[in-house]
C-alpha cells in the first residue's frame, strides 16, 4: 500500500541473495517491484528503485507489516511458519507486537 491505497495485491516470491560482501532478503513481486531488506549496523534497511530506506516491522500474528518511506507491505505467513501444529491449528496471538529495530527474528522466519 501506497499512502493507504493498495498498488498491488497479489504472490511474491521471497528469498536470499548473497551479492558480493552483501546479504540480502528480497522480495519478487509479481508485478516486477524488487524490495532488498538488509540489516546496517543495528538498524533494517530497504532498498528499492527509489532509493533506501529505514524499516520498521511489526508482527501481526498471521501478517507480517513492513513500513518504510510511505509505503506498506504486509506479508501473510504460512501456519507452520507462525508455530502451527501438525492439524494446522495455530495458537492465537495476544496482541500486535513491535520487533524493535531490526525484526531480524521475523526475517529469519519468513525468508527461506
Known amino acids: 500500500m501506497q ?4 498498488v498491488f495485491s497479489g504472490p511474491c516470491r521471497l528469498y536470499r541473495q548473497n551479492v558480493t560482501v552483501w546479504k540480502y532478503n528480497v522480495v ?3 508485478n516486477g517491484k524488487l524490495y532488498r531488506f ?3 549496523a543495528s538498524q533494517l534497511v530497504l532498498s ?3 532509493g533506501t530506506w529505514p524499516v520498521f516491522i511489526a508482527d ?4 507480517v507489516q513492513f513500513r518504510w518511506s510511505n509505503l506498506l507491505l ?3 505467513r504460512s501456519q507452520q511458519a507462525r508455530g502451527g501444529g501438525p492439524d494446522g491449528v495455530v495458537p492465537p496471538t495476544p496482541t ?3 520487533t524493535g529495530e531490526t525484526g531480524q527474528d521475523l ?3 519468513i525468508f527461506p
Do not use: F, K, W, Y
Not at 3 to 6: A, D, E, K, S, V
Not at 60 to 63: D, M
Open 3 to 6: 499512502r493507504g491505497l493498495t
Open 28 to 30: 519478487q513481486m509479481d
Open 38 to 40: 538488509q540489516r546496517r
Open 48 to 50: 528499492d528503485a527509489t
Open 60 to 63: 501481526r500474528g498471521s501478517v
Open 74 to 76: 504486509d506479508e501473510s
Open 96 to 98: 500486535p507486537r513491535s
Open 107 to 109: 526475517l529469519d522466519d
